[in-house]
């Protein structure tokens, strides 16, 4: 017997005229529900022990609380997966099973206890973040092209083209001004046209600063900053300031990240499903990744507090509070008595 534990694998076999059986089918509504809860709550209470809060907490805040949204799209089709995997060797009694999963070792654990031969095969790929792939887009004419980027090399990218972009056209804010200035996080000028136009009515500057793309990607763009008035910030331009205690900042994250991960049975309890830990599958992949995103958050929060000191920001525009990036920001802005407005309460759909 096939199962597919993914939409992608059934469509392929489907493709091929494949008999398979879903794994969704082995789910009822009580395990959904069940799936969820856990998602949830897992994600907002992982990192809020006590040793590890205090090993976290970075400038009064804790590091794992804002990457929340990133994490819970990251852990709810893993947890949904070992759910399958136990309904499926629950009601089916397989005597051997061939698997090609990242959770091998959590099928392993079953199998090794239940007295089931396994044969594993390992992905190549592994279950990424949210934000880790940047997928984009483009018209040429009437030609759509779509194309992915790695975080890093999308990071790298946005900065050449941005660095490139003020100083050609002369839109970077010069922040020290007697005017009060209006700061905007990560608009999209094509979409908020009219907002900029509006705002740049009132006797305020208005700064954009766009840290997960662009504000500037096509001369539509282009056009509505120029005609709005509005200029562009960026964290980077401060970053000679920190370097030498962002350095320090870093290495002493890393000592207690070890710390962290070493609490290897409390991993191993809250990442379990029916009595069997799938922790030592996502381990690698999910220490990797948090490391990465906790170093991003330290180096922001530090070149925020450095934009807040050299500039007259008395206000926050923004449209939503979820992302990492948001998080950062508003957190260092509270420290200097900068009020936020925002407009819109989401979650990805």
């Given at each position: 017997?096939?199962?597919?534990?993914?939409?992608?694998?059934?469509?392929?076999?489907?493709?091929?005229?494949?008999?398979?059986?879903?794994?969704?089918?082995?789910?009822?509504?009580?395990?959904?529900?069940?799936?969820?809860d856990?998602s949830?709550?897992?994600?907002?209470?992982?990192?809020?022990?006590?040793?590890?809060?205090?090993?976290l907490?970075?400038?009064?805040?804790?590091?794992?609380?804002?990457?929340?949204?990133?994490?819970?799209?990251?852990?709810?089709?893993?947890?949904?997966?070992?759910?399958?995997?136990?309904?499926?060797?629950?009601?089916?009694?397989?005597k051997?099973?061939?698997?090609h999963?990242n959770?091998?070792?959590?099928?392993?654990?079953?199998?090794?206890?239940?007295?089931i031969?396994?044969?594993?095969?390992?992905?190549?790929?592994?279950?990424?973040?949210?934000?880790?792939?940047?997928?984009?887009?483009?018209?040429?004419?009437?030609?759509?092209?779509?194309?992915?980027l790695?975080r890093?090399?999308?990071?790298?990218?946005?900065?050449?083209i941005?660095?490139?972009n003020?100083?050609?056209?002369n839109?970077?804010?010069?922040?020290?001004?007697?005017?009060?200035?209006?700061?905007?996080?990560?608009?999209?000028?094509?979409?908020?046209?009219?907002?900029?136009?509006?705002?740049?009515r009132?006797?305020?500057?208005?700064?954009?600063?766009?840290?997960?793309?662009?504000?500037?990607?096509?001369?539509?763009s282009?056009?509505?900053?120029r005609?709005?008035?509005?200029?562009?910030?960026r964290?980077?331009?401060?970053?000679?300031?920190?370097?030498?205690?962002?350095?320090r900042?870093?290495?002493?994250?890393?000592t207690?990240?070890?710390?962290?991960?070493?609490?290897?049975?409390y991993?191993?309890?809250?990442?379990?499903?029916?009595?069997?830990?799938?922790?030592?599958?996502?381990?690698?992949?999910?220490?990797?990744?948090?490391?990465?995103?906790?170093?991003e958050?330290?180096?922001?929060?530090?070149?925020?507090?450095?934009?807040?000191k050299?500039s007259?920001?008395?206000?926050?525009?923004?449209?939503?509070e979820?992302g990492?990036?948001?998080?950062?920001?508003?957190?260092?802005?509270?420290?200097?008595?900068i009020?936020?407005?925002?407009?819109?309460?989401?979650?990805?759909p």
């Amino acid at each position: 017997k096939i199962i597919t534990l993914n939409y992608l694998t059934h469509k392929i076999l489907d493709r091929h005229n494949i008999n398979h059986d879903v794994g969704d089918y082995y789910l009822t509504d009580a395990d959904l529900t069940a799936i969820d809860d856990y998602s949830i709550k897992t994600t907002s209470e992982w990192y809020d022990d006590q040793t590890i809060k205090k090993l976290l907490t970075f400038d009064d805040i804790n590091l794992g609380s804002l990457i929340e949204v990133e994490i819970w799209q990251y852990l709810t089709p893993i947890y949904k997966t070992a759910l399958q995997i136990t309904k499926i060797i629950e009601k089916d009694k397989p005597k051997k099973i061939i698997s090609h999963t990242n959770l091998n070792d959590f099928v392993n654990k079953i199998c090794r206890k239940r007295g089931i031969d396994a044969i594993l095969y390992d992905p190549q790929t592994e279950p990424s973040l949210h934000y880790d792939i940047i997928n984009i887009k483009y018209n040429i004419g009437n030609i759509p092209i779509s194309f992915n980027l790695s975080r890093k090399n999308f990071l790298h990218l946005k900065n050449i083209i941005e660095k490139i972009n003020l100083s050609f056209f002369n839109l970077e804010s010069k922040l020290i001004n007697k005017k009060k200035s209006i700061l905007l996080l990560d608009f999209n000028p094509v979409l908020y046209d009219v907002l900029l136009n509006e705002l740049s009515r009132i006797d305020k500057n208005v700064i954009l600063l766009n840290q997960r793309r662009p504000a500037i990607w096509n001369l539509n763009s282009l056009n509505i900053i120029r005609n709005s008035d509005c200029k562009i910030t960026r964290l980077v331009r401060f970053k000679k300031s920190i370097s030498s205690k962002l350095e320090r900042e870093i290495s002493t994250l890393s000592t207690r990240l070890k710390q962290v991960w070493s609490k290897e049975q409390y991993f191993e309890q809250i990442f379990s499903v029916s009595g069997y830990t799938f922790w030592h599958s996502i381990k690698n992949g999910l220490t990797k990744k948090c490391e990465l995103r906790f170093k991003e958050s330290i180096e922001r929060i530090m070149l925020a507090h450095e934009l807040f000191k050299n500039s007259n920001i008395s206000v926050i525009l923004e449209w939503a509070e979820t992302g990492q990036e948001e998080k950062e920001i508003l957190h260092v802005s509270k420290k200097y008595g900068i009020s936020s407005v925002i407009l819109q309460h989401a979650m990805f759909p």
